[in-house]
């Protein structure tokens, strides 16, 4: 069965570093997202992209942070000086066709800052 | 407060026992989704109930939705000790383009 794959499963950084977390879609799909989950607190959405481009985003999603479809194939999201407050689990998700309709979630990428 | 609200925040039930959770939104949505997230895992989709649908069936699982109380509850039939998760209901607000989750009602079941 097709499924979303996120790497790497832990990233432990140092604060102030850039972290690229990456994402592989379901193939033919065409919505793409971010999500984070602090430990044991809610899934936050972090930014929607369709068509090589960001459709929505929310406040957590500054200037700090970035995504990118690079080669059709990988999503990624990079953020680019990182704060101790970022340390969360992120999920990658795909949706088929309707951006409205049922999500594929990767099994997340845990990030550390230290 | 928060767009989805689950209710309870935590339930524990003995194997077999019916688990019935809750959740609340305050905006018009397109769509109410269900989801599952086993500890330090990633979300599973579960069911999706339209804003023009009532209730809706899956297996074991059985989703009402009521738009003039702008609520909706999940009930799992003859739990087992496999369903122990979390479960997080998730709202597109109309206009939106992104799924909005709730606080999650972490279910325990009891062997």
């Known amino acids: 069965e097709p499924e979303v794959t996120q790497t790497p499963s832990h990233q432990v950084t140092q604060m102030g570093q850039e972290v690229i977390l990456r994402c592989v879609p379901i193939?033919?799909?065409?919505?793409f997202y971010w999500y984070r989950q602090i430990l044991g607190q809610k899934v936050e959405f972090l930014v929607s992209f369709y068509n090589n481009e960001i459709s929505e985003k929310s406040e957590i999603f500054d200037d700090q942070f970035s995504v990118e479809r690079p080669d059709g194939s990988n999503f990624t999201l990079k953020i680019r000086s990182t704060k101790l407050e970022d340390s969360a689990m992120y999920f990658c998700?795909?949706?088929?066709?309707?951006?409205?309709?049922?999500?594929?979630f990767g099994e997340g990428s845990r990030l550390t800052v230290l | 407060s928060q767009q989805g609200e689950e209710d309870p925040q935590a339930l524990s039930i003995q194997e077999g026992e019916n688990a019935t959770m809750n959740c609340s939104y305050k905006t018009s949505i397109n769509n109410l989704q269900w989801y599952r997230q086993n500890s330090g895992r990633g979300l599973v989709h579960l069911i999706l109930?339209?804003?023009?649908?009532r209730e809706k069936h899956s297996g074991r699982l059985r989703v009402t939705l009521d738009t003039s109380k702008k609520s909706s509850s999940l009930l799992i039939t003859a739990s087992r000790a496999a369903d122990t998760a979390s479960y997080f209901c998730?709202?597109?607000?109309?206009?939106?383009?992104?799924?909005?989750f709730g606080q999650g009602t972490r279910l325990t079941i009891n062997p």
């Open positions: 193939s033919n799909h065409l919505y």
């Open positions: 109930i339209r804003s023009n649908e």
């Open positions: 998730a709202t597109v607000i109309q206009g939106a383009q992104k799924l909005v």
């Open positions: 998700a795909s949706s088929e066709g309707r951006r409205t309709g049922e999500l594929f």
